[in-house]
């Protein structure tokens, strides 16, 4: 477990919603301006059809036709300023959780927690092109309903009433339009997450449908799922349409009474056309908000789906500030495992696992398949935690480590190997952001992976992605040479010889020589004897338990005589059943 001591840095999610509710007010801001001048269109009309049209001065209509055009330029520029500062505040939201988000996805991963079809990226994304785009700016707007529904009220009680009894009506129907979209568009979201995930698998493992024959059922399993996902979106976007276009129809309706009850009011000498002409243009702008946050209700919900998952994300698996950088180990390593296993495992795999290492040592863990070798790896690497009981690098247990800075002192080989988009020399250099020409030339040449690299077009430069083009054995020592990157303390090799030849086992055992010869830590899990050529020491592992360590020959010795000794008892055991079976016979 990790250390209660740590102190969790707050959510990045939630200090970059602070930042957009700093940014937010700017955009408040602009909209005050903006919502105070779209008055002046319907001003104008009141003033032309009660002053001018009766005072027939045409000087007056030029004074007011040229303010309103100025009004109309500052508007526009304020809009854009808005729409300027949302754009910049969405970008800078990516920006600010990007890295803390993908970080946080890898911890998930590694604690067997993922979920198929969760995509942090397209999650992040989307709700930057909620804040980018013109859904959110609605909700800007909306606040400013009862300032028009006042300026109706103030034009004529009855004209106030109206646009309230319309806005309720409205609201209403914007709720309904919630209660009735939201889990449709949750369950959209699942089905859409399950055909992507399994799409991603399908194109990630192309050859191995190819060579089975299994792309067209694939590809009718994917087309199945998609299916369903069109579906629920077609719900939700169907009810969303009716809300939309009933809303459009209702406010159009509005409108019309609107007219007719300022022509009324006109009529009987309560108002004047201007009036009626004027109440008519503040009840569409007091509507509009409602009216596109109806229709972009969808985005909305995807959006807020989007933060949620996020900030979970960023809260479940938060990162470790650690107050001390420890000194980097250069003495030990201990294991003291008294029970591990996978994350979420119901039973433990591993136990009874207790051995000490000294500089410059190298083990070879050897075991039958199952017996929890790679599961031993992945505690000593960092990767998973033991349920109880620690590995210590010079006395300090591991969770006591930063995790990136524990990352620098391990090399590690898994037995799948993986290689990251991008060239030769990034993947070597582990993606570092100061990457040392020399050190990444210096782990290729104790890899012996240096003159293949040479001979390639772009040599370091090549751009690998997951290695496709390259051989199993290429991939294999290039994932050696990235372990070997810096020269890590410990340096665990999971069967590091599964595709290599003879000559890439040579290079094997050299390494690992080099290695001990800098007093590196090696721990390389095997099965094959030629490894055990490099090693000075033996570590059993068999059934999840620790059946003997020490010193290569003594070990493999008292191994060879535990066999003999299993063997003589299977014997004696065949013999006398054999004895008895034959005294059964007799009587």
Same mark, same amino acid.
């Given at each position: 477990?990790?250390?209660?001591?740590?102190?969790?840095?707050?959510?990045?999610?939630?200090?970059?919603?602070?930042?957009?509710?700093?940014?937010?007010?700017?955009?408040?801001?602009?909209?005050?301006?903006?919502?105070?001048?779209?008055?002046?269109?319907?001003?104008?009309?009141?003033?032309?059809?009660?002053?001018?049209?009766?005072?027939?001065?045409?000087?007056?209509?030029?004074?007011?036709?040229?303010?309103?055009?100025?009004?109309?330029?500052? +508007?526009?520029?304020?809009?854009?300023? /808005?729409?300027?500062? &949302?754009?910049?505040?969405?970008?800078?939201?990516?920006?600010?959780?990007?890295?803390?988000?993908?970080?946080?996805?890898?911890? /998930?991963?590694?604690?067997?927690?993922?979920?198929? *079809?969760?995509?942090? $990226?397209?999650?992040?994304?989307?709700?930057?092109?909620?804040?980018?785009?013109?859904?959110?700016?609605?909700?800007?707007?909306?606040?400013?309903?009862? $300032?028009?529904?006042?300026?109706?009220? !103030?034009?004529?009680?009855?004209?106030?009433?109206?646009?309230?009894?319309?806005?309720?009506?409205?609201?209403?129907?914007?709720?309904?339009?919630?209660?009735?979209?939201?889990?449709?568009?949750?369950?959209?979201?699942?089905?859409?997450?399950?055909?992507?995930?399994?799409?991603?698998?399908?194109?990630?493992?192309?050859?191995?449908?190819?060579?089975?024959?299994?792309?067209?059922?694939?590809?009718?399993?994917?087309?199945?799922?998609? @299916?369903?996902?069109?579906?629920?979106?077609?719900?939700?976007?169907?009810?969303?349409? %009716?809300?939309?276009?009933?809303?459009?129809?209702?406010?159009?309706?509005?409108?019309?009474?609107?007219?007719?009850?300022? !022509?009324? =009011?006109?009529?009987?000498?309560?108002? %004047?056309?201007?009036?009626?002409?004027?109440?008519?243009?503040?009840?569409?702008?007091?509507?509009?908000?409602?009216?596109?946050?109806?229709?972009?209700?969808? +985005?909305?919900?995807?959006?807020?789906?989007?933060?949620?998952?996020?900030? !979970? =994300?960023?809260?479940?698996?938060?990162?470790?500030?650690?107050?001390?950088?420890?000194?980097?180990?250069?003495?030990?390593?201990?294991?003291?495992?008294?029970?591990?296993?996978?994350?979420?495992?119901?039973?433990?795999?591993?136990?009874?696992?207790?051995?000490?290492?000294?500089?410059?040592?190298?083990?070879?863990?050897?075991?039958?398949?199952?017996?929890?070798?790679?599961?031993?790896?992945?505690?000593?690497?960092?990767?998973?935690?033991?349920?109880?009981?620690?590995?210590?690098?010079?006395?300090?247990?591991?969770?006591?480590?930063?995790?990136?800075?524990?990352?620098?002192?391990?090399?590690?080989?898994?037995?799948?190997?993986?290689?990251?988009?991008?060239?030769?020399?990034?993947?070597?250099?582990?993606?570092? %952001?100061?990457?040392?020409?020399?050190?990444?030339?210096?782990?290729?040449?104790?890899?012996?992976?240096?003159?293949?690299?040479?001979?390639? @077009?772009?040599?370091?430069?090549?751009?690998?992605?997951?290695?496709?083009?390259?051989?199993?054995?290429?991939?294999?020592?290039?994932?050696?040479? /990235?372990?070997?990157?810096?020269?890590?303390?410990? &340096? $665990?090799?999971?069967?590091?010889?599964?595709?290599?030849?003879?000559? *890439?086992?040579?290079?094997?055992?050299?390494?690992?020589?080099?290695?001990?010869?800098?007093?590196?830590? $090696?721990?390389?899990?095997?099965?094959?004897?030629?490894?055990?050529?490099?090693?000075?020491?033996?570590?059993?592992?068999? @059934?999840?338990?620790?059946?003997?360590?020490?010193?290569?020959?003594?070990?493999? /010795?008292?191994?060879?005589?535990?066999?003999?000794?299993?063997?003589?008892?299977?014997?004696?055991?065949?013999?006398?059943?054999?004895? +008895?079976?034959?005294?059964?016979?007799?009587?």
């Amino acid at each position: 477990m990790r250390d209660r001591s740590m102190l969790h840095r707050p959510s990045p999610v939630k200090l970059a919603w602070g930042t957009l509710r700093k940014g937010f007010g700017a955009v408040a801001f602009f909209s005050l301006f903006l919502n105070l001048l779209m008055l002046a269109g319907p001003l104008y009309m009141l003033q032309v059809y009660d002053r001018v049209l009766t005072s027939q001065n045409i000087d007056t209509l030029i004074a007011f036709t040229l303010l309103l055009g100025g009004v109309f330029v500052v +508007t526009g520029l304020l809009d854009l300023m /808005r729409t300027r500062i &949302l754009n910049r505040l969405g970008a800078k939201f990516e920006i600010s959780v990007g890295e803390p988000i993908l970080r946080s996805a890898m911890r /998930r991963n590694v604690q067997g927690k993922s979920t198929a *079809g969760e995509n942090p $990226v397209d999650d992040i994304n989307g709700f930057r092109d909620f804040v980018s785009g013109s859904a959110l700016i609605a909700f800007f707007d909306a606040p400013w309903i009862p $300032v028009y529904l006042f300026v109706l009220y !103030a034009l004529h009680p009855y004209l106030g009433f109206l646009g309230l009894a319309g806005a309720i009506f409205l609201t209403i129907l914007a709720l309904i339009n919630n209660a009735r979209s939201h889990n449709l568009m949750q369950q959209a979201s699942e089905a859409r997450g399950r055909s992507d995930a399994l799409f991603r698998t399908s194109e990630r493992n192309a050859e191995l449908a190819h060579a089975m024959g299994m792309k067209s059922d694939l590809a009718r399993r994917w087309n199945a799922l998609q @299916n369903q996902a069109h579906v629920y979106k077609t719900q939700v976007s169907d009810r969303i349409a %009716t809300f939309t276009v009933l809303s459009k129809t209702i406010r159009m309706a509005l409108q019309s009474a609107m007219l007719g009850l300022g !022509a009324a =009011l006109a009529i009987s000498g309560e108002t %004047t056309a201007g009036v009626m002409i004027a109440a008519t243009i503040v009840l569409a702008r007091a509507l509009a908000p409602i009216d596109q946050l109806i229709g972009q209700w969808r +985005t909305f919900l995807a959006a807020r789906g989007s933060y949620k998952k996020i900030y !979970a =994300l960023s809260m479940e698996f938060p990162e470790d500030e650690q107050t001390i950088t420890l000194p980097k180990p250069s003495v030990s390593l201990k294991a003291s495992i008294l029970q591990a296993g996978p994350p979420l495992a119901q039973n433990a795999t591993l136990s009874g696992i207790d051995f000490s290492l000294n500089a410059g040592d190298v083990v070879a863990v050897i075991g039958p398949s199952g017996s929890g070798k790679s599961t031993l790896a992945k505690m000593i690497a960092g990767i998973w935690t033991p349920q109880r009981g620690d590995v210590k690098l010079d006395g300090n247990p591991m969770s006591k480590w930063n995790a990136d800075e524990l990352g620098q002192m391990i090399g590690y080989l898994p037995q799948d190997v993986e290689l990251f988009d991008g060239t030769i020399r990034e993947n070597i250099a582990r993606f570092s %952001t100061e990457i040392d020409d020399a050190k990444v030339i210096k782990a290729a040449l104790a890899a012996d992976v240096h003159e293949m690299i040479s001979n390639l @077009n772009d040599g370091y430069e090549t751009k690998i992605g997951n290695g496709f083009h390259l051989s199993g054995g290429q991939r294999q020592r290039l994932a050696l040479a /990235r372990a070997l990157y810096n020269d890590p303390f410990v &340096l $665990v090799l999971d069967e590091p010889n599964s595709d290599l030849d003879t000559t *890439g086992e040579l290079a094997l055992r050299n390494a690992i020589q080099t290695a001990k010869a800098q007093g590196t830590i $090696v721990i390389v899990m095997t099965h094959r004897p030629s490894t055990l050529q490099a090693v000075d020491k033996v570590l059993i592992v068999n @059934n999840g338990k620790q059946t003997g360590f020490g010193d290569k020959d003594e070990i493999l /010795r008292s191994s060879k005589r535990n066999v003999l000794q299993n063997n003589n008892k299977q014997k004696l055991t065949s013999q006398n059943t054999k004895q +008895t079976n034959a005294k059964g016979v007799a009587q």
